[in-house]
């Protein structure tokens, strides 16, 4: 997008968000592996796999990007899995928070641990940036998940270490992003504290 060319280069104040939870209402992965299954009931026959690996999570034999890789493994049994996407979404856009629509700039990118191929389309009917997981709907994951440091790591690669203004998330593992940004604020609901500033912890945090 030209405003976020503009913006970068020229240094004029950038926001970023974190999705799910953050600006989107619910978890964005979560929700749509509920809608195809309702629509698709033998990927019913996948949950135990999601089972075993949440238990082998929790007692912490599996890192967060195989965890993560085999939450989303669901897609593999799904056909036409864009058109599956644009029909999702055309039911769950609804659920994108009031407050950052009155905020919205198109200069603004999110930088989530979701599938490109989910949150991309989302982002893309918002009219905003997107920095996520490249994970394929046919099941292959390129590198790490966006997750933790590597949302640093993906981000500085594609925008040339840019700096960031704000990046706002749910998170408490969005930490390095909230420490690489001028301000990192921490939403709960639709309320929002401001928890970084200039790289160092605020406390208590600041109500905005």
Same mark, same amino acid.
């Given at each position: 997008m030209? =405003?976020?060319?503009v913006s970068i280069w020229y240094n004029i104040d950038m926001n970023s968000y974190d999705f799910d939870d953050t600006i989107f209402r619910?978890?964005?992965? /979560? *929700?749509?592996?509920i809608f195809c299954t309702l629509r698709l009931p033998y990927l019913l026959l996948y949950l135990p796999v999601i089972i075993v690996a949440m238990l082998l999570r929790a007692? /912490?034999?599996?890192?967060?990007?195989?965890?993560?890789?085999?939450l989303e493994g669901f897609v593999l049994f799904v056909p036409n899995v864009e058109r599956f996407v644009q029909k999702f979404w055309d039911k769950n856009m609804c659920r994108v928070k009031q407050w950052y629509?009155?905020? /919205? /700039?198109?200069?603004?990118?999110?930088?989530? =641990?979701?599938?490109?191929?989910v949150v991309g389309e989302a982002?893309? *009917?918002l009219g905003v940036s997107c920095v996520a997981t490249d994970f394929s709907a046919k099941g292959k994951l390129n590198g790490k998940h966006c997750h933790g440091k590597y949302?640093?790591?993906?981000?500085?690669?594609?925008?040339?270490? =840019?700096?960031?203004? =704000?990046?706002?998330?749910?998170?408490k593992s969005d930490v390095p992003l909230w420490r690489y940004a001028e301000k990192g604020y921490l939403v709960k609901g639709d309320k929002i504290f401001l928890v970084y500033q200039n790289g160092q912890k605020i406390e208590p945090p600041c109500r905005v």
């Open positions: 030209l =405003a976020q060319t619910g978890n964005s992965m /979560r *929700r749509f592996s007692v /912490r034999i599996l890192n967060k990007n195989v965890y993560l890789l085999l629509l009155d905020c /919205r /700039r198109e200069d603004d990118i999110v930088i989530s =641990a979701t599938p490109f191929f982002c893309k *009917r949302k640093v790591k993906y981000f500085c690669e594609k925008y040339d270490n =840019a700096p960031l203004t =704000a990046y706002y998330s749910d998170s």
